[in-house]
């Protein structure tokens, strides 16, 4: 979806380093929605956050991985240290609250394909 | 933990034919959406039903609702090349937003 974009689209890595994924909800929606998907456990959600607040981050591994909002333009996932077992795609989605309240459609980015070596 | 569970898992048909992919689902739902994913893409919204609703239209997709056997059916009529994608089903549980995704359903469309 053009209203969202996902930087890096592919990132190899080696096991242990660092790895940041950031997602720009361009018309600076106030919830945002982040997924990992796989072949294994297919699509899942890893938290949300409303205004830059988490809400849900029960589907996230906290020893490794934060999630933050610092801005209403700008959502960051990041693995610190990265495990071969964390190679997926990972997607944001914001949500409009505004528009999306009575359709509650949530917007892909195109994602970040990631693979940990 | 997944709660939409599509079947088949991957579905062939010739064009022109129509393609149907159901979705169950174990809770109660406030709305039950369908996502279509083109290979290496995100997901694309096409149509959501609400609970109180048994049947919805969009051009060419039909979706029904049978809350009472926790099911849900999508239905792509006149079938083209460009549906071939992955198709999912996400329930929304008791909230209208945190939607959880099965694992979709594979449409293969043969011109």
């Known amino acids: 979806d053009a209203r969202v974009t996902q930087t890096p689209r592919h990132k190899v890595t080696e096991m242990g380093q660092e790895v940041t994924m950031r997602c720009q909800p361009i018309l600076g929606h106030n919830t945002v929605f982040w997924y990992r998907q796989t072949m294994m456990q297919g699509l899942e959600l890893l938290a949300y956050f409303r205004n830059r607040a988490p809400l849900d981050d029960s589907g996230m591994p906290k020893d490794r991985f934060s999630a933050e909002m610092p801005d209403a333009t700008l959502a960051t996932l990041k693995i610190q240290p990265s495990e071969p077992r964390d190679s997926a795609v990972y997607f944001c989605?914001?949500?409009?609250?505004?528009?999306?309240?009575?359709?509650?459609?949530?917007?892909f980015g195109p994602g970040t394909r990631l693979t940990v070596t | 933990s997944q709660q939409g569970e599509e079947d088949p898992q991957a579905l062939s048909i010739q064009e022109g034919e129509n393609a149907t992919m159901n979705c169950s689902y174990k809770t109660s739902i406030n709305n039950l959406q369908w996502y279509r994913q083109n290979s290496g893409r995100g997901l694309v919204h096409l149509i959501l039903?609400?609970?109180?609703?048994r049947e919805k239209h969009s051009g060419r997709l039909r979706v029904t609702l049978d809350t009472s056997k926790k099911s849900s059916s999508l239905l792509i009529t006149a079938s083209r090349a460009a549906d071939t994608a992955s198709y999912f089903c996400a329930d929304s549980g008791g909230s209208n937003y945190k939607l959880t995704f099965g694992k979709g359903t594979l449409l293969t469309v043969n011109p």
């Open positions: 989605a914001p949500f409009d609250r505004c528009s999306g309240w009575a359709s509650y459609e949530q917007y």
């Open positions: 039903i609400r609970s109180n609703e």
